[in-house]
């Protein structure tokens, strides 16, 4: 199983970005899948999360109001990165979680992909 995280880049304050995770085969079909991000020198936190049939959402503090968690029919979820700000600087992981629900938990999530570094300039 692979998880693939595209769309990361340059954007100034203020902007937005869209960040993609598509799974090499049917791994999201009957599981949440969630995004974290990881600074330099920080632990790798919780961004949002979404569950298996899309229906119920997660998010941080930080990034309620400006981020959005959805996913398509097959295998990509994606998050709509809005009003972004310096401290969303990071590299962002997208992760199949062991069952269902959207949950925070990093334990939860078995399956990671490689990050996208995402920078935002002020």
């Known amino acids: 199983v692979q998880l693939q995280a595209s769309g990361g880049g340059l954007v100034q304050a203020g902007g937005s970005l869209r960040l993609s995770c598509a799974a090499s085969?049917?791994?999201?079909?009957?599981?949440?899948v969630g995004w974290f991000r990881q600074a330099p020198g920080k632990e790798r936190d919780f961004v949002a999360a979404?569950?298996?049939?899309?229906?119920?959402t997660s998010y941080a503090d930080s990034v309620k109001g400006r981020f959005s968690i959805s996913r398509d029919n097959r295998n990509t979820v994606f998050l709509q990165m809005n009003s972004v700000k310096p401290e969303d600087t990071a590299v962002y992981y997208c992760?199949?979680?062991?069952?269902?629900?959207?949950?925070?938990?990093?334990?939860?999530?078995?399956?990671w992909g490689q990050g996208t570094q995402v920078t935002v300039s002020s």
């Open positions: 992760a199949a979680a062991r069952g269902p629900i959207a949950t925070a938990q990093r334990y939860n999530y078995n399956y």
């Open positions: 085969r049917r791994t999201f079909s009957n599981n949440a």
């Open positions: 979404i569950s298996w049939a899309g229906g119920t």
